[in-house]
């Protein structure tokens, strides 16, 4: 009795699988059973995969394998099954970005991300969960519920591109693309133990980012779009694919990336900014990064660690961290915001992270202008510090996956680490620190804890520097061994 193509395969990188497609040892269609199947098999327990079009994506996958077999490639994706996060449009399929007012909602168009990646030959077939309007650390709306993690289902694996990294590390999908504005790709690569790269603020479009009712005209400041895979070469294969301008800007402009300064990566000038009393980092995910730095240094590279840019981590609380939430505030409904004005108005101060919250909707133009006048000079600060290296490596978050909370808000929550009850906000303060000064990071596994959950570790870099920080994050992943498939994965033929 024939058994179908071998389950096994939704482990493999997305480089390897194109390869078999090209030579002819597997179909595009084979492929797509495989990720059906495996979600068949354990897609209720993670709840990742919320939309799926079986029909749209097998039409697809057999138009890649009829081209294929008249020699015919429509790209560096020719044939890949896919999934992307619910924040972006995907013409012809549910986007509702996880938000109750979009629920039934089917774009006619796709957000210009997922129109590059169609471009390329990929077979998109489902959608994966984020929380509402990619506004938390973790996966759960009212819509579909709570997504979970690879490693503890009773874990949650990050915000907002949950679903697609649990979808990624369970090997339901090759590639995902997901958004980060305060960590949404680099957390959620962090918590489930997979590869994702935060690019440099503009060189990738996010035209058709799905983070209010009438969105699809603008770009939000701070996010971007970015990929997440289980190796570092099928994030840059993505990347690739992504990278360019919009499209009423291709006209006027192209995009080369610079290359590392160094031709190894062991070259590179490396630092390490591995804990902060603004932000300290929890003993479970610190040791690993600890042992990952002396890894490296035992392996021949000068790793700088009391290197530190001229203006303090705090900032990311006075400066980055409004500004984000800034960028969110399209979000909120009028009685939302009038709520928050009513707040705000009230306000004393006692509690910086509510006051963050409810100012951020109330701000002045003028507010605003001030605060990236802040931002500039942070920029200019890292500048500099990038003169002397090439890449920084850091923290993703202080924690590694913490069990499911969804109780209060993001400013309002708070965690457990070590004894000491910290506010949940501080969960996004590593991530914050580069993002909202625009610079690229790569997330590469480095580790796990005593308790068998992923670390993480962002590689961070100047800005427009994104070829430099994934080519170390590739040579990080070869020196320690990178994604660890979690034992819900290991998912084989059935007689």
């Known amino acids: 009795m024939a058994l179908g193509p071998d389950l096994a395969l939704g482990l493999r990188p997305a480089t390897e699988l194109l ?86 909602h ?6 210009e991300a997922v129109a590059k990646v169609r471009d390329a030959g990929a077979v998109i077939f489902g959608k994966t969960n984020l929380p509402r309007w990619s506004g938390d650390a973790q996966a759960f709306n009212e819509i579909f519920g709570t997504t979970n993690n690879p490693y503890d289902l009773t874990r949650g694996p990050g915000g907002s591109s949950g679903g697609a990294s649990a979808a990624v590390a369970a090997g339901l999908t090759p590639l995902e693309i997901g958004t980060d504005i305060g960590g949404s790709v680099r957390m959620p690569a962090h918590f489930a133990g ?10 990738v479009p996010q035209l058709g980012y799905v983070d209010h009712t009438t969105y699809g005209v603008g770009e939000a400041d701070v996010n971007v779009v970015g990929p997440l895979a289980r190796t570092v070469d099928d994030v840059e294969l993505l990347f690739d694919v992504l ?19 160094a031709a190894s990566a062991k070259e590179l000038r490396v630092a390490a900014w591995l804990d902060d009393p603004a932000c300290p980092v929890g003993s479970a995910v610190g040791g690993v990064l600890e ?40 979000a909120r409904t009028d009685a939302e915001l009038e709520k928050a004005q009513e707040l705000a108005a009230a306000d004393d101060g006692s509690d910086p992270l509510r006051s963050i919250r409810l100012h951020a909707s109330t701000v002045t133009h ?35 996956a913490f069990e499911h909370t969804q109780e209060g ?11 000491v009850d910290r506010p949940y906000a501080h969960v996004i303060a590593w991530t914050s620190q580069f993002g909202y000064v625009y610079l690229p990071a790569t997330v590469v596994p480095v580790g796990q804890t005593a308790d068998g959950l992923p670390v993480g570790i962002q590689v961070v870099g100047p800005y427009l520097g994104d070829r430099t920080t994934i080519e170390f994050a590739r040579y990080l992943e070869s020196l320690l061994g990178g994604y660890q498939p979690p034992a819900i994965a290991d998912i084989r033929n059935e007689a």
Not at 53 to 66: C, Q, S, V
Not at 106 to 111: G, H, L, M, S
Not at 314 to 327: N, Q, T, Y
């Open 19 to 104: 390869r078999m497609m090209r030579d002819g040892e597997l179909s595009s269609v084979e492929l797509l059973d495989v990720c059906l199947e495996r979600n068949h098999r354990i897609g209720a327990d993670l709840n990742a995969i919320v939309t799926i079009d079986e029909e749209a994506a097998r039409g697809a996958a057999h138009e890649a394998d009829d081209a294929r077999a008249r020699g015919e490639s429509r790209g560096v994706l020719d044939g890949l099954p896919m999934t992307v996060k619910d924040a972006l449009a995907t013409a012809g399929m549910r986007t509702t970005g996880g938000a109750t007012e979009l629920a039934d």
């Open 106 to 111: 089917v774009p006619e168009k796709d957000a």
């Open 194 to 203: 997979v590869c994702g790269h935060k690019p440099t603020f503009g060189v």
């Open 243 to 261: 990278i360019g301008p919009r499209a009423d800007q291709a006209a006027a402009w192209s995009l080369e990336l610079p290359k590392p300064r």
């Open 291 to 330: 042992a990952a730095v002396d890894a490296i240094a035992a392996d021949g590279v000068a790793v700088d660690r009391a290197a530190r840019p001229q203006h303090p981590f705090s900032d990311v609380f006075d400066v980055g961290m409004p500004l984000i939430s800034m960028a969110t505030s399209p």
């Open 366 to 400: 003028r507010d605003w202008l001030l605060l990236t006048e802040r931002r500039e000079a942070n920029r200019a600060s890292w500048g500099r510090f990038f003169v002397d290296h090439d890449i920084l490596l850091a923290p993703v978050s202080f924690i590694p």
């Open 409 to 419: 808000t993001l400013y309002t929550r708070r965690v457990e680490v070590d004894g």
